[in-house]
């Protein structure tokens, strides 16, 4: 069954530097997002992607934020400066359709800043 | 405001019991979709069940099923015969039309655990 990966599984960086998460969808997915889930609290919308564009972002995602997809593959969840209060679980997810449809989950980045 | 309550932050199932986990939502938009998802002790996010607003039929996966009352804006999960690998955290989340249900809202979760 076809699956969305992240990697790196864990990232140890430290404050300031600027990190990049990057994640696989489903290859014939068309709509791309990438949540955070600080630990022990609930999973937050960031940002989502179609078309080689945003198409919604929340308020956490601000200007330390960038996505990309830089090839036919991956999608990329760049942080700029990172702080302190950005250590979280990231997940990436995908979809076919985005009206009422299952998003599928990667299996998370662990980031942790010190 | 809250657009997603849960308000069992963690409960107790006995092996082979069913169980209801509760979820309110606050949303304007006439359409809407509603989604559960399992989280394990992995951290894997696992897509569970959904119900579209305009469904006249509750939605039912295997041994999940969903108790819809728009009226009440309640989306309820329903685990029947539960499992010892049932243990995990259950996330009750929606999308609306409004962001053209782009932008997945999240509930804070509901911790449950299967006692054997």
């Known amino acids: 069954e076809p699956e969305v990966t992240q990697t790196p599984s864990h990232q140890v960086t430290q404050m300031g530097q600027e990190v990049i998460l990057r994640c696989v969808p489903i290859?014939?997915?068309?709509?791309f997002y990438w949540y955070r889930q600080i630990l022990g609290q609930k999973v937050e919308f960031l940002v989502s992607?179609?078309?080689?564009?945003?198409?919604?972002k929340s308020e956490i995602f601000d200007d330390q934020f960038s996505v990309e997809r830089p090839d036919g593959s991956n999608f990329t969840l760049k942080i700029r400066s990172t702080k302190l209060e950005d250590s979280a679980m990231y997940f990436c997810?995908?979809?076919?359709?985005?009206?009422?449809?299952?998003?599928?989950f990667g299996p998370g980045t662990r980031l942790t800043v010190t | 405001a809250q657009k997603i309550t849960q308000t069992q932050p963690g409960m107790f199932v006995q092996e082979k019991e069913a169980v209801t986990l509760d979820c309110t939502y606050d949303?304007?938009?006439?359409?809407?979709?509603l989604f559960w998802y399992k989280q394990p002790s992995s951290g894997e996010m696992i897509f569970l069940i959904y119900?579209?607003?305009?469904?006249?039929q509750n939605a039912t996966e295997g041994r999940y099923s969903l108790n819809f009352q728009k009226a009440r804006k309640s989306a309820n999960l329903v685990i029947s015969a539960s499992q010892l690998g049932d243990s995990a955290m259950y996330f009750c989340?929606?999308?609306?039309?409004?962001?053209?249900?782009?932008?997945?809202?999240f509930g804070p979760g509901t911790s449950l655990s299967v006692i054997p």
């Open positions: 997810a995908s979809t076919l359709q985005i009206v009422l449809y299952e998003q599928y």
């Open positions: 290859s014939n997915h068309l709509y």
């Open positions: 992607f179609y078309n080689n564009e945003i198409s919604e």
């Open positions: 949303t304007s938009d006439p359409s809407y979709g």
């Open positions: 119900q579209g607003s305009y469904d006249q």
């Open positions: 989340a929606m999308s609306e039309e409004a962001t053209s249900y782009d932008k997945v809202i």
